[in-house]
Each structure stands twice: as C-alpha cells, then as structure tokens.
C-alpha cells in the first residue's frame, strides 16, 4: 500500500511563497504521475499542476509564472513551489499520484490535503 504525507502549508501574507511537499511511501513502487489539486471554500475543486513520468507539466492558467511543480524520484517526493501567492490562492491543497506496485498500476492516491492560506 502506498500512502501519501503532505507538509509546507500553512498562513502568509500576500507576494510570499510556499513550498509544498508530498512524500510518497510503501513498498516496491515508484511514482508514474503527480499533481496538486485545491479546493476552496465554497468552491469547485481545481487542478493545480500535473507532471508525467516524463516531466511533461501542465499548470493551471490562474498559477502559471508562480507555481512549480517538481519531482524527487529518488526520495519518492512531489514539490509544489508557489511564489508571489494571492489571497486567491487560499484552498486546501491536495497531492495525488498515480504508481507503479511491481507491474500493477494504482491510480489517484492522495494526501491528506494541506491549508495554505494567503492573507492581503
């Protein structure tokens, strides 16, 4: 079974940055893809950032200049750097991966969500 620990949220004010961790953990696996996803209060919930196996990335438009999404394969870790953050940018953030487990293939495995919250 592979689990999934978020760290890096928390309160800032507004043009500060965070840095979003997702630490993948288990048994004989390697991560195939990763992404961020937020919810805010009363809102939908949006796709952040995804990155493949390959490193092909994708962002949303309301991030895209201030957001990173990165990978560590070695420790198993996905990033999600956010500079010059909004108070729009205030949600819970969710990581999801998607793995390998030998030769199986598990999809959509998440965190626990972090809040980050961005003050004005």
């Known amino acids: 079974q592979v689990q999934l620990v978020e760290s890096g949220g928390g309160l800032v004010q507004a043009g500060e940055s965070l840095r979003l961790s997702c630490a993948a953990s288990g048994r004989d696996f390697s991560i195939d893809s990763a992404g961020w996803y937020r919810q805010a209060a009363g809102k939908q919930r949006e796709l952040v950032a995804h990155?493949?196996?390959?490193?092909?990335?994708n962002y949303a438009d309301s991030v895209k200049g201030r957001f990173t999404i990165s990978r560590d394969n070695a420790k198993n870790t996905v990033f999600l750097q956010m500079n010059s953050l909004k108070p729009e940018d205030t949600a819970v953030y969710s990581c999801?991966?998607?793995?390998?487990?030998?030769?199986?293939?598990?999809?959509?495995?998440w965190g626990q969500g972090t809040q980050v919250t961005v003050s004005s």
């Open positions: 990155i493949t196996s390959s490193g092909s990335i």
């Open positions: 999801y991966v998607n793995v390998w487990v030998t030769t199986v293939r598990l999809e959509n495995i």
